[in-house]
């Protein structure tokens, strides 16, 4: 199994207050993603990050940011957090310089609830 | 409107019978994956197809990669009660790092 780890693994907020999850890998894979997993969509990307520093929006950013200041870390910040927030987030990471076959790897991910 | 769309939704069989599920898409990909959940667990690949008409096999599980590459399905023989969970194919467009994730077909083998 790579090793991935998210935590907390589980969280409960009320709407308003600000969330981080982190994401901590193992593996110096360059690649680092956050999703988002709600029924009737299936994974759908929040950000993503291709190196240290270097982080890019995916398909539903808005109200999200992410860091990377460290190879092995990608944090996922909700700055207000929203009940349409509520949702189990995975991260994942990729070696990249794959192309078309590169594999992602995904970790346990992580429960938010927002009141 | 999903890019990928996954059919059925939910099937529900008893162990020994066959199944396909099948992934389907008006756009082209240059690759596309198949991933297994089980429930409180992330994602699991199982396979990555990249040549159209491409057919690869993994044990009891088949998966075929339509000669337009729009399209994929994954043929499970004589399904056992460990293949229950969300299977979930994604697809690559162009040289993209970026996955495109179909909603899933929750699979349920009865014993």
């Known amino acids: 199994d790579a090793g991935i780890t998210q935590s907390p693994r589980h969280k409960v907020t009320e709407t308003g207050t600000p969330v981080t999850l982190r994401c901590h890998q193992t593996?110096?894979?360059?690649?680092m993603y956050w999703y988002r997993q709600d029924p009737g969509h299936g994974l759908r990307l929040i950000h993503y990050?291709?190196?240290?520093?270097?982080?890019d929006k995916g398909e539903v950013s808005d109200g999200y940011s992410v860091s990377r200041s460290k190879t092995e870390d990608f944090l996922l910040t909700l700055e207000s957090a929203t009940s349409s927030q509520t949702s189990v987030y995975f991260c994942a990471i990729s070696e990249g310089g794959l192309g078309t076959i590169d594999t992602q790897y995904f970790g346990p991910g992580t429960r938010l609830t927002v009141l | 409107t999903q890019l990928l769309e996954q059919s059925p939704q939910f099937l529900s069989i008893q162990e020994g019978e066959n199944l396909t599920v099948y992934c389907n898409s008006s756009s082209v990909f240059s690759s596309l994956q198949w991933y297994r959940q089980e429930p409180g667990e992330g994602p699991v690949l199982l396979v990555t197809?990249?040549?159209?008409?491409e057919v690869k096999k993994l044990k009891r599980l088949t998966f075929q990669f339509g000669d337009a590459r729009k399209d994929s399905s994954l043929h499970i023989t004589a399904a056992q009660t460990g293949d229950t969970g969300l299977y979930l194919c994604?697809?690559?467009?162009?040289?993209?790092?970026?996955?495109?994730f179909g909603s899933g077909t929750r699979l349920l083998v009865r014993p």
């Open positions: 593996e110096n894979h360059r690649y």
């Open positions: 197809v990249v040549t159209g008409g």
């Open positions: 994604a697809g690559r467009r162009d040289s993209s790092y970026k996955l495109i």
């Open positions: 990050s291709y190196g240290v520093k270097d982080t």
